[in-house]
């Protein structure tokens, strides 16, 4: 059974920081990319951040570059997002979801997805 379990969500207040866990199964984890992405209230789900396991290649958007790192355990086959420095318009449920292949900042090239873990940034 594959699964892709995100953790870490919560509340902090702005400037501060978080991490989320992107926990997999199911899968050969060493091939797979793994992104990140975030949905706000009423917007669509944007892609943050994505890695390829087999290369250790990254991608970002724009809004968090600087701000936000993602690593990955290989070992534990989970993912990490570290959120730092975090604005209230980073408030959204973010998403982590896997692919085997190439290593997209794309919401539609993702197969397997998370059920979110909601971050709340308060000002």
């Known amino acids: 059974e594959v699964q892709v379990v995100e953790s870490g969500g919560g509340l902090v207040q702005a400037g501060g920081s978080l991490t989320l866990s992107c926990t997999v199964s199911?899968?050969?984890?060493?091939?797979?990319?793994i992104g990140w992405f975030r949905q706000a209230p009423g917007k669509e789900r944007v892609p943050i951040f994505c890695?390829?396991?087999?290369?250790?290649?990254?991608h970002s958007a724009n809004s968090v570059k600087g701000r936000f790192t993602i690593s990955s355990d290989n070992a534990k086959h989970t993912v990490y997002l570290q959120m730092n420095s975090l604005k209230v318009d980073d408030t959204a449920v973010y998403y982590c979801?896997?692919?085997?292949?190439?290593?997209?900042?794309?919401?539609?090239?993702?197969?397997?997805w998370g059920q979110g873990t909601q971050v709340t940034v308060s000002s």
């Open positions: 979801a896997v692919k085997y292949g190439p290593n997209w900042l794309s919401t539609g090239a993702y197969d397997d």
């Open positions: 199911g899968f050969t984890f060493d091939d797979l990319s």
């Open positions: 890695i390829g396991n087999g290369d250790g290649a990254t």
